[in-house]
């Protein structure tokens, strides 16, 4: 399984990067092979200062090899080793009128001491954060991920939905990232779901997110914005920048295994800015989001 989620991962990411190339019109993808000392590494590719894209990344990994101490701890084992592989991808576009987006698709195996494998599991997700929210857009967003997740199981959009509003919460904020998505972890072999079964259905989310974001942007990339539009935009990057570096498991996960900190900080976008106490105007498209925001939404 590890072997055959990695050709897909490899798969998937040149399928991706290939139609963002085309999307964008300007800048192309750079790409970075690295290598992790304590065994594995990855292929990272990065796109910057486009004409769509000011900074993206679709990077694919698979490491293994001890259990760091601090994961030890965390999983409650004493002495195993791992293989964990998975493509993440963010992208920051220049247009405020077109969302941020994160997805990740990931797979997870835990070895005993006689190197068999006593845990395995799929985890991953996607979604999507805007600074100026068409709504239309986020039903299109929305609609694509329950499409793919219904094909499997009538449940998984709801549970899963669910839970992305609970994961990508801003706690210090008391607000959420973004308007969601999917998330989903621990997907392991129940009676019902073999790992096979979650291969198909990891694979099936992976395959439509081209579906769930390509269009809203080619819909907004060319929309006319102001500075003041623009600040607001990097305003709130600075959540993103937030929830990422405090609560965000996947960046804990990769600096506690010694990863490769310019792939784990890559989701990171080139311009912020936070400004002290900012409060948008009243009855604002600003003030809007915010209050969307403020609670998990219903969007199909």
Not at 40 to 55: L, P, Y
Not at 75 to 89: H, I, M, R, T, Y
Not at 150 to 156: E, I, P, V
Request: overall charge negative; hydrophobic content about 35%.
């Amino acid at each position: 399984m590890k072997d055959k989620f990695y050709a897909y991962i490899e798969q998937l990411q040149d399928t991706i990067t290939a139609k963002l190339q085309e999307v964008d019109g300007k800048a192309t993808f750079k790409e970075d092979i690295w290598v992790r000392p304590e065994g594995g590494g990855g292929r990272t590719r990065v796109i910057e200062d486009g004409a769509v894209f000011e900074k993206g990344g679709v990077n694919i990994s698979g490491v293994h090899g001890e259990l760091p101490d601090s994961m030890k701890a965390y999983f409650k084992v004493e002495d195993a080793n791992f293989f964990a592989c998975g493509l993440s991808l963010v992208l920051h576009p220049k247009n405020p009128m077109v969302p941020t987006v994160h997805a990740n698709w990931r797979y997870f195996e835990l070895y005993g001491k006689d190197g068999e494998i006593v845990d395995q599991w799929f985890g991953g997700g996607q979604d999507l954060t805007p600074y100026y929210l068409f709504d239309e857009d986020a039903k299109h967003f929305h609609e694509v991920c329950k499409s793919a997740c219904d094909k499997h199981n009538d449940t998984f959009y709801n549970t899963y939905k669910k839970r992305c509003d609970e994961y990508f919460w801003n706690t210090h904020r008391n607000e959420a990232r973004g308007i969601g998505g999917l998330f989903f972890d621990y997907c392991k072999a129940i009676e019902t779901t073999d790992i096979p079964d979650w291969y198909n259905f990891v694979t099936e989310v992976g395959n439509s997110f081209l579906n769930s974001y390509v269009p809203i942007v080619i819909k907004r990339k060319d929309f006319e914005y102001t500075k003041e539009q623009r600040d607001w935009q990097e305003i709130r990057r600075g959540r993103y920048v937030e929830f990422n570096l405090v609560h965000d498991k996947g960046t804990l996960f990769g600096l506690k295994t010694n990863g490769r900190i310019e792939s784990i900080l890559m989701s990171l976008p080139p311009h912020v800015q936070w400004v002290y106490d900012h409060q948008p105007e009243e009855g604002s498209e600003e003030e809007r989001l915010l209050n969307i925001l403020s609670a998990p939404k219903e969007w199909v």
